[in-house]
């Protein structure tokens, strides 16, 4: 199997080909002489994040009325289910641009990052402090086999599948069955999961929990007075379950393919867990679109503040991430028998047969 090796040795000396002393001491890290070129793309541009905004949005509005007006009835027409999957494909994208808020990169402003995060957490289901906790704990601990449980996939090792009890293997199996990971898990993750607050957060997220509830609350009820709550739930559950469905797929193919990388916390090295431990997703233009460029995934883990709109840019013009091997549409697919880590292999797994 095709791995690659990055280099961990330092550059000349100068400012364009090595990290300064300052980075080495908080990152405790050697980084190689390519990772400064990052830094030209972490500037956000407030008017590209606008237009994005924009060309997202409104789209999303004409949608929802399109397929109001398709079920006259007040039931959905062949058409009205066309809708429902581009509709998903937007609310996708809508998730991705709600991402770049999280990690305050999608606009220059702090406050116009959480503001729209708000705004967007509220279409999307999903708390903006609350899933920002639990989101930058992921970028922290992923692929750290000693800090898992905060946004990620629940993944076992081999040896710990093997010395659980016959009734956590059962669970584990039924977890990772795609039908429930993916098609059941869309809807009680962003219906049922994220109406609390995650563990361990502080009064900030709690806050945040309530006041998205309530901002969907609102939603709720202005629906029901003006398009009944028949039509409302009509297009909301689909579309909301599609676009969760591809966003749990999404999450699960960035971490979850062939080789990859885990390792235990004295062996953890972010520079690894990024280019082999995250995938370079190569989608469709369109399907890279409306993902917001999220497949550029080893990129992202490099670094979370460069913004989708600059991620492809960032990877045309450092030639040392585009070695990465990618993940094809096609080959992606195969990653769903994948289910384990066998630390001795080091390498993800299917179960067992003898399991």
């Known amino acids: 199997m095709h791995r690659l090796r990055w280099r961990l040795d330092m550059g000349s000396g100068d400012s364009q080909g090595t990290v300064s002393h300052k980075e080495k001491a908080k990152t405790g890290r050697m980084w190689p002489d390519w990772y400064p070129q990052l830094l030209a793309f972490k500037k956000s541009d407030n008017r590209q994040a606008a237009w994005q905004l924009v060309t997202t949005l409104i789209p999303y509005g004409c949608l929802w009325y399109l397929m109001i007006v398709s079920m006259p009835q007040g039931k959905p027409s062949i058409g009205t289910f066309t809708l429902f999957v581009v509709a998903a494909a937007f609310l996708v994208r809508i998730f991705i641009l709600f991402h770049d808020c999280v990690h305050g990169s999608l606009f220059a402003s702090k406050k116009a990052n959480t503001f729209f995060g708000y705004i967007l957490g509220m279409l999307v289901f999903t708390s903006f402090e609350d899933w920002r906790f639990s989101h930058l704990r992921h970028h922290s601990s992923y692929a750290n086999l000693d800090t898992r449980g905060f946004g990620d996939i629940w993944t076992m090792t081999l040896k710990e599948y093997q010395n659980s009890p016959r009734r956590i293997q059962v669970q584990y199996r039924l977890y990772r069955n795609p039908m429930i990971l993916i098609g059941l898990g869309a809807l009680f993750n962003f219906i049922l999961s994220n ?53 749990i797929w999404l999450f699960y193919v960035q971490h979850q393919f062939e080789g990859g990388y885990w390792a235990r916390t004295n062996d953890w090295d972010p520079l690894r867990a990024a280019m082999e431990g995250s995938s370079f997703y190569k989608l469709p233009k369109i399907l890279r679109w409306f ?54 292999r080091h390498e993800m797994i299917a179960f067992p047969r003898s399991a």
């Open 195 to 247: 109406r609390l607050p995650t563990r361990k957060v502080q009064r900030k997220e709690h806050m945040s929990v309530l006041l998205t509830n309530l901002l969907i609350v609102c939603v709720i009820i202005a629906a029901v007075y003006t398009i009944g709550w028949q039509v409302y739930l009509l297009i909301q559950l689909p579309v909301l379950w599609l676009a969760g469905a591809a966003g």
């Open 291 to 344: 993902s917001g460029n999220i497949g550029y995934h080893h990129i992202h883990h490099l670094s979370p503040r460069i913004p989708n709109y600059h991620l492809k840019k960032c990877c045309d013009a450092v030639s040392a991430l585009r070695e990465k091997e990618p993940l094809t549409l096609r080959q992606s697919f195969s990653c769903v028998h994948l289910k384990m880590w066998d630390e001795e």
